[in-house]
């Protein structure tokens, strides 16, 4: 069953997002590691899409999608506005990123990238849409090619 809630994309809406994440995992039963895990990296990109929109005011609201399957559960992160790929930061904004990151305690999108099993970035009708996916049972070698 698929639930979805929209939001404006501002910090203080980071504990309404969380909140309506807990929600949903207790309801599917995640395990806890897996859930802390996807919590963590929810709330690291939609950080980072709300500090992108200091460069794209359009970027107003982010739709956060929880969709639970028997083997996984996906959440999907839709922002309107010009292309932001948080995936594929440039080395000056990686280093910087880092550089911000140890002042302020963030994990960093090499970290989400670990902590989840699957991540897809796609743009369809203006929108930048993410999906994260949380496979229930550990996928082994799920970083060999």
């Known amino acids: 069953m698929k639930d979805e809630i929209v939001v404006p994309t501002i910090l203080e809406n980071l504990n309404i997002i969380a909140e309506f994440l807990q929600e949903r995992i207790k309801e599917t039963h995640l395990a806890s590691r ?47 506005g010009i292309p932001f790929n948080p995936l594929e930061l440039n080395n000056r904004e990686i280093e910087r990123e880092e550089e911000e990151e140890e002042a302020l305690g963030g994990m960093g999108i090499h970290l989400v990238k670990e902590m989840i099993d699957e991540i897809k970035y796609t743009r369809t009708n203006n929108y930048n849409i993410l999906r994260l996916t949380k496979f229930r049972r550990s996928k082994r070698n799920r970083h060999e090619k």
Not at 39 to 64: A, G, N, P, W
């Open 34 to 80: 897996k859930a802390w895990e996807l919590l963590l990296v929810t709330d690291e990109i939609c950080s980072h899409i709300i500090q992108f929109r200091r460069y794209d005011r359009t970027m107003d609201k982010m739709k956060i999608t929880w969709e639970p399957f028997s083997d996984r559960v996906e959440v999907i992160i839709e922002t309107p």
